[in-house]
């Protein structure tokens, strides 16, 4: 037992390193974002998937250490959580005391990274909001300004300036 518990504190502690990384790619989106530099952006998703694809592979070895736990404790498996298992070691408080502590910084890693990740989501929408005004800008500017300009038919006349080679963005 007392190994399969080192296990859960070794795989915890390498899931909170791995989402350190991420943290770190994160913030370092964040001004790629603000600079507009869409090739180092590119670059950061990419260091981004493999970082996840790491993490995805210790998530699923913490899940089946925390099952042969689970099976060595003869408890159900569905709804246990790293709190219970903590609990569950008190004639062990220092594997309770390091599996908390190890718990903790994980807790407070994700956090950090999802507030990384809420502002860098925000500062894209900002992004694709200014490039949409912009286009409808460069769009309206090809065409006349709506007046009551009528003619003697009674119908609004539909000036545009002739476009020379302009963007087109209907295509």
Same mark, same amino acid.
């Given at each position: 037992m007392a190994s399969l518990i080192e296990t859960l504190i070794d795989v915890l502690d390498k899931e909170n390193t791995e989402y350190q990384g991420l943290l770190k790619l994160s913030e370092e989106k964040t001004t790629a974002i603000v600079n507009g530099n869409v090739e180092r952006l590119q670059e950061i998703l990419g260091l981004e998937q493999r970082s996840i694809d790491k993490i995805n592979k210790l998530d699923a070895?913490?899940? !089946?250490?925390?099952?042969? #736990?689970?099976?060595? @404790? +003869?408890?159900?498996?569905?709804?246990?959580?790293?709190?219970n298992i903590a609990d569950m070691l008190s004639g062990q408080p220092k594997d309770a005391k390091a599996l908390t502590d190890v718990h903790m910084k994980l807790k407070r890693t994700l956090d950090q990274l999802m507030k990384v990740n809420e502002?860098?989501?925000?500062?894209?929408? !900002?992004?694709?909001?200014? #490039?949409?005004?912009? @286009? +409808?800008?460069?769009?309206?500017?090809?065409?006349?300004?709506?007046?009551?300009?009528?003619?003697?038919?009674?119908?609004?006349q539909n000036n545009s300036y002739p476009t020379a080679g302009g963007f087109d963005a209907k295509q």
């Open positions: 070895f913490r899940d !089946e250490n925390v099952g042969d #736990i689970c099976n060595v @404790l +003869n408890i159900p498996r569905k709804g246990i959580k790293i709190e502002n860098n989501k925000m500062l894209l929408q !900002e992004s694709m909001d200014m #490039i949409e005004f912009e @286009l +409808n800008l460069a769009k309206n500017s090809k065409v006349a300004p709506q007046t009551g300009n009528y003619s003697k038919g009674a119908y609004e």
